[in-house]
């Protein structure tokens, strides 16, 4: 028997305003939908949600995948050599931020980074000849998430950088980042001047045994529990790193004592780390993909486990659609710009960092991170506003990272792509902004959202994946 | 003359929103035409099919498209400047915020469940090609579903009613206009007392007859559920009808039941038959059009008109026997018809009302009348925008709503042709129907005098005079005043029937009254003059 007749009547109404008045009059709740045609009314698309929307088969995928996640358990492990722990990375490999890119059309700041990881490696003497073999086809290039790894901004890692090890104890699977080098000239944002390299040299020769002896000392680091107390210390951990950069600095500090490492060396060392308030993103980043890969390969889930871009698009992979990109063009970034610089110098949006998003902290967790709205140009208002409205696409929240500024509710986390194309509220990302130019660096910050048109495009996939193609 | 087109990006408004916002562009001074639509494709169509757009424009679906036509360039950019002023005040523009965070309107009736988890059914109008989907996810996520809206293929049909007989669930609609639930009105629907009798109906206006009547003999309504036009086709198979009678027939609140559509497909009304007799509560079966059984059958009464329906389901609710209907009343009205003057033309609003109408009028006249909506395909009229001898016309088919809002709302098409009508020397009847409730016309009566008025001035100047016959389909709790209503009309000198049926019996005693005497009168008026 219908739940319709004989049942007190509670009324969604979606369409013509002005139905809701009458039923209101009458004392019966009615809620008033604020309707508009899913995806600028693609008639596929909006097809392909009326068949995902309410699916049981995609709702116990869902339940699943967005479990896996919450299970998660990653671990800071230690350091390694990329070539030698990156599983598939080959000798002449560069891994870049964001869906896949061919030499020719990478943006700016990645072709800079890419000519400083060549004269890196030793493939080119100079910038000149790095492009030479760059655009000869001499480098084999692939995103860092198709191995297991994330990198901020332009992402480049070469073969012989040193790699933050990242494990899920829960799962077993593995990943990784490099190490950030700080702000100003940098490799990430496509510098590639003499300084630039011997500041990564110097930081695999030494800083990395420093921080790998460290850890080696202390044992893993249980990365949840450290990132849930920056959460209430003010960290959204994408923008903001400056308390989980201090909650790890105690550690090492700590493991470089017990490992009996010599004063001057651990002075050398955690100098660099102190002077660096982004230290912890690269961690960071490397735990919310792996609490996000523990919820890959899902058959039917909606859930988001990839947000990325590489400069010229963004792309997004969902759970039930395997390694398929759904890619739209990268969008640019609204924000502050420090003085001397315009919207007219920035890059599009880039960078693997939007795993933080896509993992229920960054822009998701904004609330937490009042200290640095301004920076990012919002009001703390916004902030709230911002991660109640995440909670609208998302799967449910991670208790394990709870917002005090919202009575300690869990941060809205697993995006999905169906609630995203239905509401049309957009996930939001807090970003950087990069200078067009290869080695300018940052010249600011703001907010962004991800491009509807990848979750179009995944809604569609995902139909054709869950109804065998059939309309049904 | 000048013609100026603007886009407004995803700025979704709904087509009542936007006519309002038409209408009003239209009665800004110098404007000649103003439309605003949603930018799909049939929109733009038709917009180009009525020449009001003649460039190319790249409008989506999710814009808002403004076409206005005006006699000079000033008025031409007032116009534009007032539609996109009005547009730029954003029904989906984020509430400014004060102290905390704004809770977030719901965008998808995932949301509103999210908001109102005890939600139980989902109101949905939003424009066509856009319906089987939000019905699809309102099933899909628990929710019975009226769909107001019109323009759902059959196939949609079949399969929103095939998962929700999966799941239990109702599926009022496609185009279902009305329905009580619960006492409570929904869409266009009357205000009606609540009681025993549940009615289940393919026809809006037809279960808005029957409940208005049915308040007005004095009983109520449990519930009014509304199935859609073509749930009895073989196509879709009853699944509403089958689905509403079995609820109805479970509720407490149920006495009595009233069924009402066209006549269905035969193998689809036997089985709805077959359910309504295992259900032994006293059922009344009216199928418009069809001559019914004389006797009753069971627990089954069966009924002629949508009139006589109520008046049954009335008199088993209160538990005696059915009265007879009263003899047609003598029309207190004196024909002075020219000669010649011998046909009835029904401008009707109601779909089911025209049908009736038509079907009444031609055994009451014993004469062909013809009409857009006939029960017999013989009968129907190849240019609806054009009479001849008795006529029925729905002013609600899409012939004539396409583009522009139903008359029940908006009432220039029915004036123009009172107008038109009137013109014609073989013309001595109109008959109006008036439907109040939600959703109707906030004042009905004062849209159709004027033009009742000027058709009688217009009949007078050339010696002739036509007789208005109208019916309000109401109750006195509806917003519009009844009382009010009906003294409006009757001061315009228009006489009133209590029911469709009734007025076309007025209707048609006033024609043949008006034949018979019409020789005579005339001819002697010929021969003085």
Known sequence: MSTLIGNPLSVVNLGIDAFADPIAAAGVPVTRVQWSPPAGGDAQVVRALANLVGNPVVEDANRQAFAAYLDAEPVLEGIGIAREVIRGMGSRTLLHSGPPIGWDTMCGPMQGAVIGAAMLEGWARDAEEAREIAGRGEISFAPCHHHGAVGPMAGVISPSMPVWIVRNARHGNM???????????????????????????????????????????????????????????????????????GLLMKQLVLGALKAGISARDAADALEFVVGNDFFFLNVSMAACKNMLDAARGVPGSSMVTTMARNGVEFGIRVSGTGDTWFTAPAPMVEGLYFSGYTRADAARDIGDSAITET????????????????????????????????????????????????????????????????????????TGIAHREPGVGQVGAGLTRAPAECFTHAVVALAGLVTGGAPR | MATATRIVRGAYRDS?????????????????????????????????????????????????????????????????????????????????????PEPVAPRSTAMAIAAAPQSNLALVSVPGEYAAAEAMKALRLGLNVMLFSDGVSVE?????????????????????????????????????????????????????????????????????????????????????????????????????????SKPPAPSIARNVLAAARKIRKPTVVCFVGAEPPA?????????????????????????????????????PFRARFARGQRCVRGLYSGGTFAY??????????????????????????RNPWTSHGHTVIDLGADEFTRGRPHPMIDHRLRNDRILREAEDPEVAVIVLDVVLGHGAHPDPSAEMVPAIRTAQAAAKRRKRQIAFVAFLCGTADDPQDLPRQEATLRDAGVVLGQSNADAIRIAAAIAKRGT??????????????
């Open chain 1, 359 to 430: 993992a229920g902290i960054g822009g998701f967790a904004m609330a937490a991170a009042p200290a640095i709205v301004q920076f990012v140009g919002g009001t703390p208002q916004l902030a709230l506003a911002n991660t109640m409205e995440m909670l609208h696409i998302t799967l449910g929240q991670n208790a394990a990272f709870t917002i005090p500024q919202l009575e300690f509710a869990g941060t809205p986390a697993g995006i999905d792509v169906r609630k995203v194309v239905d509401t049309g509220i957009l996930p939001a990302i807090n």
């Open chain 2, 356 to 381: 009736e109408a038509s079907w009444l009028l031609g055994a009451a006249l014993g004469d062909e009348v013809w009409s857009n909506a006939p029960v017999h395909k013989k009968f129907a009229l």
């Open chain 2, 16 to 100: 009542i929103a936007l006519m309002k916002l038409s209408a009003a562009l239209a009665a800004m001074p110098g404007v000649e035409q103003a439309s605003l639509v949603m930018a799909t494709e049939g929109n733009v169509d038709l917009l180009r099919q009525t020449g009001l757009l003649t460039d190319d424009t790249d409008a989506r679906p999710s814009d808002v498209l403004i076409v206005v036509r005006a006699t000079s360039d000033k008025a031409l950019a007032g116009a534009l400047g007032e539609a996109e002023r009005s547009l730029a005040t954003s029904a989906l523009a984020p509430a400014a915020h004060g102290g905390g």
């Open chain 2, 156 to 260: 949609d049909e079949v399969a929103i009613k095939s998962l929700a007989q999966a799941r239990n669930l109702l599926v009022m609609g496609p185009d279902c206009g009305t329905a009580i639930v619960n006492g409570v009105p929904l869409a266009f629907a009357n205000v009606v007392r609540r009681g025993v009798i549940g009615c289940v109906g393919a026809s809006g206006t037809g279960l808005q007859q029957i409940t208005s009547l049915i308040d007005r003999y004095g009983q109520g309504v449990s519930h009014a559920l509304g199935t859609g036009g073509r749930d009895l086709s073989e196509a879709v198979g009853g699944v509403s009808m089958l689905a509403g009678i079995q609820a109805l027939a479970g509720d407490r609140g149920t006495r009595v039941l009233v069924l009402v």
């Open chain 1, 175 to 245: 990943t990784y980042s490099n190490l950030n080098e700080g702000l100003g000239k940098v490799l990430r944002y496509g510098a590639n001047s003499p300084e630039v390299l011997d500041r990564l040299r110097w930081m695999a020769s030494h800083l990395a045994p420093v921080v790998e002896a460290a850890l080696h000392a202390i044992g893993p680091i249980e990365l949840k529990p450290l990132m849930a107390r920056a959460l209430h210390m003010g960290d959204e951990m994408h923008n903001r790193n400056v308390a989980a950069s």
């Open chain 2, 516 to 529: 018979a005497a019409a020789p005579s009168r005339s001819a002697s008026k010929r021969r003085k003059a």
């Open chain 2, 295 to 331: 006797a009753k059958d069971g627990n089954l009464h069966y009924a002629r008109t949508l009139e006589d329906a109520a008046r049954i389901a009335t008199s088993l609710a209160a538990r005696r026997a059915p009265a007879r209907r009263t003899a047609a009343r003598a029309p």
